[in-house]
């Protein structure tokens, strides 16, 4: 489905905070609501904000600016695939990458030092 894909994307490139599923089979408008975003013109979001594609109603969806606090979860097709944390932004606490078969293949500690978009384009 459309928007799996756009979602995935985003999450590798610039991980945000999951909303709990904005792609829903059950939603019968999901593509033409993602069409009708795509038409319009993408929100550019001010640090430490990103841009996000949400659920909004039963069925629709809506595109905007959030910042990325609280924890992140990732899963793809029924594993756990990523575990993170932010904090008003930057990235926090104990970060980890797991296969597809729930194994943990990299993990990273932002707990010491907060890493803020700022510092990784230095």
């Known amino acids: 489905m459309k928007v799996n894909k756009f979602k995935a994307a985003l999450f590798i490139a610039a991980p945000v ?53 609280g924890r992140f979860l990732v899963a793809e097709g029924g594993t756990i695939r990523f575990i993170s944390e932010y904090d008003r932004g930057s990235r926090a606490g104990h970060w980890k990458w797991f296969d597809s078969s729930g194994r943990v293949y990299k993990e990273k500690d932002y707990s010491i030092e907060h890493d803020t978009p700022e510092k990784e384009a230095q």
């Open 17 to 69: 905070i999951a909303s709990g599923g904005c792609a829903r089979s059950d939603a019968p408008k999901v593509d033409e609501d993602y069409a009708a975003l795509e038409r319009e013109e993408r929100p550019v979001c001010a640090p430490p904000s990103v841009p996000e594609l949400r659920a909004w109603g039963k069925t629709g969806m809506s595109s905007g600016c959030y910042i990325q606090h």
